[in-house]
């Protein structure tokens, strides 16, 4: 008996266990059976608290069972030392948890991000556990910083909402002078400390104002045309009633129109071409004659083999101011009868495709092409050489040679571009992550725009660089060395010319000089014309 009450005092269950049993063999005895059983009891709490503790690392719960234990007998001693570990590792954890939320929290409090710093001493202060003797004082250093975090961030978003105030008043201001670039950069500004209603239609409407002032401009002072520049100056005041530069451009309009009538009065008419015409809706643009150096010098970066260089000399002729469009395409598509399957008898290459099918922004339903919702302005596209030809054949005109595109497109320019030595994506539409000539990226929209979104060229044509590439009258073909005159290309060929470049392109094939083929049929997302008449 002694030898079992020894084992089972210092803990040792199983030993305590085996003695009374043995007991039991000499004298037999209700108090033995319950001894053994308590014996059995412990062995499993034990067992249980020593896998929470070892296994699980559940120090808290192999506490609670190390106690149970004490609480059947409080003279065992392991379980008693073990209460004192996990105490130690309980501790230990807290404090490792407590501090490493602390320095998260100090170190978003130096960075200003006061909300994330208040989150983060409220995780330490989780982790303190409330029978801690120093609880008071741990709390109270925490509260402190989080009273320190709630004021500087108010002072932070008071601040805030000042420069938000400032930003916006700026723009304002810029807006009613007529200065939209200052506007534009002050509304964004406004917007990068959080979002405001309104502002993103505070810019749309500056881009807008910036796109009729650029053409407004252009033709006052490129073209001399008063009228429309005037007219575009009215459209801007309809935007910004307060615009000090529109007002003052609409008077000198007025007056240069004066002037302009009283000059005509006191001199003998001279038969010009007219500067514009009109073919079936579409405004076509007089392009005076002249020479020019066709293709580009081998330095020109992104200079290909295909473009050498020679003279030539073209007579007076007619192009389209804008691609055509898909409002534009459809009249066609109506006025000759052609129906879903999209096929005419082209003169001179019989039944061909005109359009492909996959194009969704012209439908055919009930017996009638319409633009698709929102679409009517946008250039037409995945139109063959075919389609092109047929339409300019109806409309009493012709698609331009590759000369006469190429000399359009420069407008008395040598650069590789009418804009310069570079093409940025705020002057035309095309794949801003490939740029030219290692300049700086621009957009990438992955869409065509409608014609007329860009400011034109000298000569008052629109996106001859980028949005969709156009169709040639030209069978492509090497250039003549020698200086020719109104030259066609090649008398045959396998694929037609396309210039321009588009929408998915790279700026390099949106060069004045830059030339490309496909086969007539051909069909593609990004193919467009414009067109072209002989005086």
Known sequence: MQMANDCFDKGDYECAKRNYNNLKI??????????????????????????????????????NKYKELIAINRKDSYAIKQIEV???????????????????????YRNKNYQAAIEEYNQALRQIPSNDPNISELKNNINSKIEDCKKEKEKQEEQIKKQQIDYLKRAN??????????????????????????????????????????????????????????????????????????KK??????????????????????????????????????????????????????????????SVTLSDFYLSEKAITNEQYCRFLNAKGIKGNREFNVSGFGNQELISAFHKEVLFADGTWRPASGKSNFPIARVSWFGAKAYCDWAGGRLPTEAEWEYACRAGTTTPFYT????????????GNYPYNNNAK????????????????????????????????DWYGDYKTDAVTNPQGPSSGSSRVLRGGGHIYYASKCRSASRYNKLPHDTYFYYGFRMAKSL
Request: net charge negative; aromatic share 10%.
């Open 26 to 63: 000499y004298s037999s005895s209700t108090d033995i059976d319950a001894k053994i059983e308590l014996c059995n009891k412990c062995i499993i709490i034990l067992a249980a608290a020593n896998n929470l503790f070892s296994e699980k690392k559940d120090y808290k719960e192999a506490k």
């Open 86 to 108: 996990c105490d130690a590792i309980i501790t230990s954890i807290w404090k490792a948890l407590y501090e490493e939320h602390l320095v998260k929290g100090d170190g978003f």
């Open 173 to 246: 201001d810029c807006f009613d002078k007529g200065d939209y670039e200052c506007a534009k950069t002050n509304y964004s500004n406004q917007k990068t400390f959080g979002s405001s209603t309104g502002i993103d239609a505070k810019i749309e409407l500056c881009n807008k104002c910036i796109n009729f002032l650029t053409v407004a401009n252009y033709l006052f002072s490129e073209k001399k045309d008063y009228k429309e520049a005037k007219s575009k100056y009215q459209e801007l005041l309809s935007l910004n009633a307060k615009d000090p530069h529109a």
């Open 249 to 310: 451009q609409i008077e000198l309009c007025d007056k240069n129109l004066t002037s302009k009538v009283v000059s005509n009065t006191n001199q003998a008419a001279k038969p010009t071409p007219q500067t514009s015409i009109t073919l079936q809706g579409v405004k076509l643009l007089f392009i005076k004659g002249g020479t020019f150096t066709m293709g580009s010098p081998a330095s020109e970066p992104k200079h290909e083999s295909n473009e050498t260089q020679h």
């Open 420 to 431: 310069g030595n570079n093409l940025t994506t705020s002057q035309a539409n095309y794949n």
């Open 442 to 473: 621009g957009t990438y929209l992955e869409r065509t725009q409608p014609v007329g979104s860009y400011a034109p060229n000298a000569w008052g044509l629109y996106d001859m660089h980028g949005n969709v590439f156009e169709w040639c009258n």
